[in-house]
């Protein structure tokens, strides 16, 4: 049984009462933790967890089963620290519980580490204790931080004998201050009937009754020499009633001698001392054990032991042999039983002596004379004395200096490797380079960074570099032979020519990735999930990237250059992603499955401090990929991939990934008079080249911060884009299926970001684009290319009541729309921008088409109609881009359609969403001194 006492509070330690807890099954062992952490062991070999612990509710609400470590072995011991669960199996493994916090009191899975152990136990502060099985000596954990909660390495502690005289006689002293129970002293009265009981009703082994004392064994007379075992001595009752429960002690009659009445003569100096040990009693039946208030006996004594006697902390104490079967002698150490450390704030960086093997005896003297030597008062007086004095040094030496300038303002910290570089000038080829982080903090902390690249040109060695808080984005590049990635800086990402490096191993070259991320986000202070404001975006590769944005990006008129944008990685591979500002973000991935975003960052190739060590799943996605496969006929050899014009190869992707209708042969074919014409599934006598094509699975597997939604696989999500001010329960959200349906999500929530269920819209014809403005207005895009407008959508109607048909601006077929404030923008399929004109609340679906700029591919509209863009063939110094992130300026309430662009990061880019961006620009941004004028060029 479990029992929680209930109003234990500063005032009132002990409580007031008792309340039993519910349990699952029967707990042998239980553990709670300096926090919210609370496991028990089951008899079974599981544990339980305790959950919903908190300030308001410390008995927590329900237990969770956690299976043992090992599957065919129980567990028998388990301690919890503050974010640390360490357990021990029967087979004396030692396993640490990763993934513990108080949002995850579960953790994550085990971990087997080093060493064999039979005891362990847990600090303040998550430091570790425990007993090992093969030598039972006591062990500390070296190398436990907040930053590696497992340690590093078992080391022994040197513990002193408690057979030396000055350690007996210093050891309740140490008792008392210390306490940890390494070694615990056990009171007895001394008088010669209590004592004669006692041997009646224990055997031989157990009842022997010696003092401690060293005075009391040197005058007590003797016939001849007594050996005295050594004793482990406990203080636990819980220890010494399992070690004794198990053995029943023997009837012998009070007439009958055991074998060990040889050591019975001390006792002498024993019944001497009846007063001073008169108020701890022993049962005169079936003596067990138990605990002494040491102080409390030790003032009894004063004025009663003899002079001889003055000098000991205990003057006289009975000890009851633990194990009398196997005792040692002087010579060997002592074999620990028990050790708690709960007690021990440790500091992890500090540098501790219990390793050393000093000499413990004068170590000791010089403890025991402290002891005895000075009083409470005199303590505190010298204490105090000893802080005056160092405080006045620290004035005297620190405060009348701090004017200053300090000697060493910064420490430096260096990385290394060997790379390949792709040359910024011609012949463009990759060349070997030495790279080099060279990372260095200030006197206030701040954290800064330069990149060298080191290079050979014409014999003569020159360099590169790069300040990293210059660095706006580390990209991957896809690259078939290459492990390469790409840093681009604002000036880099106006030319669109980022620095390309290449490692030599995929793992090395994630490893310089996570590097340079964790130095680009201390540098500019960023840590922790992306913020509710932030900008998502994904590159054609589907690498998710989240910028947090500025005050000043949508400022007038003067914003702020959307090319100095920092970028950082999440872990994750998806093809849409979707948000708002109350911060739920949903994604789709390649293969249609929708996901969640759980709140965390990280994940991928983000280890340690890069990444949230909760809320991190594993992900996959898949992809096909099609190539054709094309044939020539002629009248020699029929069908052959020779001498195929120059318009087609024998491998081709020109009429790109869709599938073409027609149909095919029982082969796969598809015939036609020529290349540029329709295909079909048979051959005829005009037919004169063929094709057919080949399709390629690709499946990854990665971890993020994301969690599958299911069953429905989708093609476009879009969220309700919250303004500041605005509070709503449920969020609307609307979803296309990948068969075309329209659904609505019923259930999202902050605390549910994944809603509960679907809601099936009606529609005529399969639909392929969908988005909800911030006054709820839905728009959506059918497959023929026209707009439709759903009506009547509210809270208390989520999926309106009847779609009104839009047609599509003349000749063209929309594929994309995007719903702001008041704006509607959409884009067809030859890449024209569009803006609906005339929509107001009475008349939501507007009345006509303008057209705003080309070589558009994906266009995102914010609660406050901020338009961003992924524009196609942008202009570099080195040739047009595709794929780039582009900001329209000028866009105001006066002037929805904005004036120009300014362009970002890019190209390679394929998906971009500032829905969660509703953070109002101040009032006016005076430029900088010097700040170069906005590019606006038309695309």
């Known amino acids: 049984m479990v029992w929680f006492r209930e109003g234990i509070y500063h005032l009132n330690p002990e409580g007031s009462e008792w309340e039993e807890v519910s349990l699952p099954g029967e707990v042998i062992?239980?553990?709670?933790?300096?926090?919210?952490?609370?496991?028990?062991?089951?008899?079974?070999?599981?544990?339980l967890v305790r959950e919903g612990v908190s300030r308001d509710c410390p008995k927590g609400t329900s237990w969770v089963t956690v299976d043992s470590p090992s599957p065919d072995v129980g567990a028998t011991h388990v301690a919890v620290g503050v974010n640390v669960v360490w357990a021990l199996t029967k087979d004396n493994k030692v396993w640490?519980?990763?993934?513990?916090?108080?949002?995850?009191?579960c953790g994550s899975g085990w971990i087997n580490m080093v060493g064999e152990m039979i005891m362990i136990n847990v600090g303040l502060n998550d430091q570790v204790l425990a007993i090992s099985s093969e030598d039972r000596a006591v062990y500390y954990r070296q190398g436990v931080t907040s930053s590696e909660l497992s340690g590093k390495t078992w080391r022994a502690i040197t513990v002193p004998r408690d057979g030396d005289r000055?350690?007996?006689?210093?050891?309740?002293?140490?008792?008392?201050?210390?306490?940890?129970?390494?070694?615990?002293?056990?009171?007895?009265?001394?008088?010669?009937?209590?004592?004669?009981s006692e041997r009646g009703s224990t055997d031989g082994a157990a009842g022997l009754v010696t003092s401690s004392s060293p005075e009391s064994l040197v005058d007590a007379p003797t016939d001849q020499p007594v050996e005295t075992p050594r004793i482990p001595k406990v203080t636990s009752d819980s220890f010494i009633s399992e070690l004794v429960s198990d053995r029943e002690p023997p009837k012998t009659s009070r007439?009958?001698?055991?074998?060990?009445?040889?050591e019975e003569e001390p006792l002498a100096v024993e019944e001497d001392l009846k007063d001073p040990c008169a108020g701890v009693a022993i049962p005169p039946q079936d003596p067990q054990w138990c605990n002494v208030d040491l102080e409390e006996a030790q003032i009894q004594q004063t004025g009663v032991v003899l002079d001889s006697l003055d000098t000991c902390?205990?003057?006289?104490?009975?000890?009851?042999?633990?194990?009398?079967?196997?005792?040692?002698?002087?010579?060997?150490?002592?074999?620990?039983?028990?050790?708690?450390?709960g007690g021990c704030n440790v500091d992890s960086h500090s540098q501790l002596n219990w390793f050393n093997s000093m000499n413990a005896s004068s170590l000791v003297q010089s403890v025991q004379s402290m002891s005895l030597s000075v009083s409470p008062a005199q303590t505190a007086a010298w204490r105090r004395q000893i802080f005056e004095q160092l405080s006045e040094r620290t004035k005297r030496e620190m405060d009348d200096f701090r004017h200053y300038e300090q000697a060493i303002e910064q420490s430096v910290w260096v990385k290394k490797g060997t790379m390949q570089w792709w040359r910024d000038w011609k012949p463009y080829k990759w060349i070997d380079v030495h790279f080099a982080l060279e990372q260095f903090s200030g006197a206030e902390g701040n954290k800064d960074g330069i990149l060298f690249?080191?290079?050979?040109?014409?014999?003569?060695?020159?360099?590169?570099?790069?300040?990293?808080?210059?660095?706006?984005?580390?990209?991957?590049?896809?690259?078939?032979?290459?492990?390469?990635?790409?840093?681009?800086?604002?000036?880099?990402?106006?030319?669109?020519?980022?620095?390309?490096?290449?490692?030599?191993?995929?793992?090395?070259?994630?490893?310089?990735?996570?590097?340079?991320?964790?130095?680009?986000?201390?540098?500019r202070g960023i840590q922790g999930p992306p913020s509710k404001q932030a900008a998502w975006s994904i590159t054609c590769k589907g690498d998710i990237f989240v910028s947090e944005p500025s005050p000043s990006l949508e400022a007038m008129p003067y914003p702020t250059p959307c090319d100095q944008m920092f970028w950082r990685q999440v872990g994750g591979h998806l093809r849409i992603v979707e948000c708002n500002s109350v911060g739920i973000v949903w994604g789709i991935g390649y293969d249609h499955t929708a996901w969640v975003h759980t709140g965390g960052y990280g994940g991928g190739f983000f280890q340690g401090l890069g990444s949230s060590t909760d809320n991190i799943y594993t992900q996959s996605d898949s992809k096909s990929v099609y190539i054709y496969e094309n044939q020539r006929w002629n009248p020699v050899t029929g069908y052959t991939?020779?001498?195929?014009?120059?318009?087609?190869?024998?491998?081709?992707d020109s009429s790109g990934l869709h599938d073409v209708s027609g149909g095919a042969d029982r082969d796969g074919w598809q015939y036609a008079a020529d290349f540029p014409a329709l295909y079909h599934g048979h051959k005829t006598l005009k037919d004169f080249v063929r094709r057919r094509r080949w399709a390629r699975k690709c499946k990854l597997t990665t971890t993020g911060p994301w969690q599958e939604v299911p069953p429905i696989s989708l093609s476009d999500v879009t969220i309700l884009p919250c303004a500041a001010q605005i509070s709503v329960d449920v969020v609307p959200l609307w979803a296309i299926s990948n068969k075309g349906d329209v659904l609505c999500r019923l259930g999202v929530s902050t605390l549910t970001p994944a809603g509960s269920s679907w809601l099936h819209v009606g529609t005529d014809q399969p639909f392929k684009s969908i988005s909800i403005g911030a006054a709820s207005q839905v728009w959506a895009i059918a497959k023929d290319g026209s707009a439709f407008y759903r009506g009547s959508v509210s809270a208390e109607s989520p999926a309106g009541d009847s779609w009104y048909h839009i047609p599509s601006p003349a000749k063209q077929k929309l594929k994309q729309v995007s719903v702001g404030r008041t704006s509607v923008y959409t884009v067809d399929e030859n890449g024209n921008l569009w803006y609906r004109q005339g929509v107001t609340p009475s008349y939501p679906q507007g009345s006509s088409w303008e057209h705003i700029s080309n070589n558009v591919r994906k266009v995102s509209v914010g609660p406050l109609d901020q338009v961003w863009i992924i524009a196609d063939k942008v202009q570099g110094s080195h040739g047009l881009s595709c794929g780039t992130v582009c900001h329209r300026l000028g866009v105001q309430p006066m002037e929805p359609k904005g004036q120009s662009w300014d362009y970002g990061i890019g190209g390679g880019w394929d998906h971009i969403t500032v829905r969660g961006n509703c953070m109002e620009p101040p009032a006016s941004v005076c430029p900088l001194w010097g700040a170069w004028p906005l590019r606006a060029p038309s695309l």
């Open 641 to 652: 991939n020779r001498g195929l014009p120059t318009d087609r190869y024998m491998w081709s």
């Open 313 to 341: 902390s205990l003057s006289s104490v009975a000890t009851y042999t633990l194990a009398m079967e196997d005792p040692y002698g002087a010579d060997e150490r002592p074999l620990w039983a028990w050790v708690s450390g």
């Open 96 to 105: 640490f519980r990763r993934g513990i916090n108080s949002h995850n009191p």
């Open 255 to 262: 007439e009958e001698t055991p074998p060990a009445v040889l």
């Open 453 to 523: 690249i080191y290079y050979n040109f014409y014999e003569e060695k020159k360099y590169l570099h790069a300040f990293v808080n210059d660095v706006t984005i580390l990209v991957p590049v896809l690259n078939d032979s290459k492990h390469s990635f790409a840093i681009y800086t604002p000036e880099r990402t106006k030319q669109r020519w980022p620095i390309r490096l290449s490692a030599a191993t995929e793992l090395e070259m994630q490893d310089w990735l996570a590097l340079l991320s964790v130095s680009c986000c201390d540098s």
């Open 29 to 47: 062992q239980i553990s709670c933790g300096p926090g919210d952490l609370v496991w028990a062991v089951l008899w079974e070999g599981q544990l």
């Open 166 to 196: 000055s350690h007996s006689s210093a050891s309740a002293s140490s008792l008392q201050s210390a306490g940890i129970y390494f070694c615990g002293e056990v009171r007895a009265q001394s008088a010669g009937s209590d004592v004669e």
